[in-house]
């Protein structure tokens, strides 16, 4: 449970307490405004980039409907993860009562479970793409793409509904609620569930682009051969740059991924005394970052992010 527990670790931390009452009013009210900008944000980041793929059918392609599908677990977290854990974080008390406490739970569990599950996804897009780019188009079509992001969705909220049993435990404690679950110790159940979601995951996409960038090299260098000046491969090598150089988007949505979910992992595995000090507030939200910077990097790398976004601010 490793990488569900650093989500909403403002939870489990008996001396969150202390801290708060230590913060000035003034760093407090700037937390909660530079988190309430972080989710406003990323609400309205994501928003562009589910409208842009939705209405205009230019865009109706396999790798945008999981861009598509990304966008929106990312937009579920601006709207109800970075909100309610920027209480929990900054709150000695939580208020929302159980039944809340266990909903949040379920949400960071399941946005966390549906990202990771796209970028899987895209892997295995680019894969194709660019390793077997001639049959691309008949094997990965846009029923097969629905049907995967729809399993893949299926999944992970049966998932995560069977394993929050396992591992919440609400306790109300005086007047409120101010600790929302305990695991306690290493069990078969926690072992599984990191196994399953961040392990497997994570491996299947490292190999992945790791091939990828084999692949990519060695057509690279095709391209100032000889071969590649003959005039029936010149489609063939525009396809492929083309292809190569949306797989080079994506692998940088998947590193900013790791870089925003692997240092939280490793401090909350091995430095759990760093709770103690107030780098746990920028350690908390790391994770949670990973979903405004994703509207970003496409804004910044697909210039149809850009027409879209304008024409849809423009009201055009």
């Known amino acids: 449970m490793e990488k569900h527990e650093d989500v909403i670790n403002g939870f489990q931390d008996g001396n969150y307490s202390s801290r708060k009452a230590s913060l ?42 999981l861009i598509l599908s990304l966008a929106v677990s990312d937009l579920l977290v601006g709207l109800i ?78 998932y995560d509904a069977v394993i929050i049993k396992r591992v919440v435990n609400v306790q109300v404690l005086s007047r409120c609620l101010t600790e929302c679950f305990i695991v306690e110790g290493i069990t078969w159940v926690n072992i599984i569930d990191l196994v399953s979601t961040t392990v497997v995951p994570c491996s299947i996409i490292i190999t992945l682009y790791l091939k990828i960038f084999v692949v990519a090299r060695s057509q690279a260098r095709k391209v100032f051969s000889k071969e590649a000046a003959s005039v029936s491969g010149v489609k063939t090598v525009h396809a492929s740059k083309s292809e190569r150089k949306a797989a080079k988007t994506l692998a940088i949505v998947v590193v900013n991924y790791f870089i925003c979910w692997i240092p939280s992992l490793f401090v909350f595995s091995f430095f759990s005394i760093l709770f103690e000090n107030f780098l746990a507030y920028f350690i908390s939200f790391l994770p949670l970052v990973n979903s405004l910077i994703n509207p970003i990097i496409y804004a910044f790398f697909y210039p149809w992010f850009k027409v879209t976004a304008k024409r849809i601010l423009n009201l055009k």
């Open 24 to 65: 000035s009013t003034s760093i407090y009210i700037t937390l909660y405004i530079f988190f309430s900008l972080i989710s406003a944000v990323t609400v309205f980041l994501n928003l562009l980039v589910i409208i842009s793929i939705s209405h205009f059918k230019q865009l109706h392609t396999t790798t945008n409907l």
């Open 81 to 158: 993860v970075i909100p309610v854990t920027t209480v929990a974080i900054m709150e000695s008390c939580w208020g929302f009562g159980e039944y809340f406490c266990v909903f949040h739970l379920y949400m960071a569990f399941l946005c966390t479970s549906l990202s990771l599950g796209s970028l899987v996804l895209i892997s295995i897009d680019r894969y194709v793409a660019v390793c077997d780019p001639l049959s691309y188009h008949s094997k990965i079509t846009t029923t097969r793409t629905i049907c995967c992001i729809s399993i893949t969705w299926c999944c992970c909220i049966i």
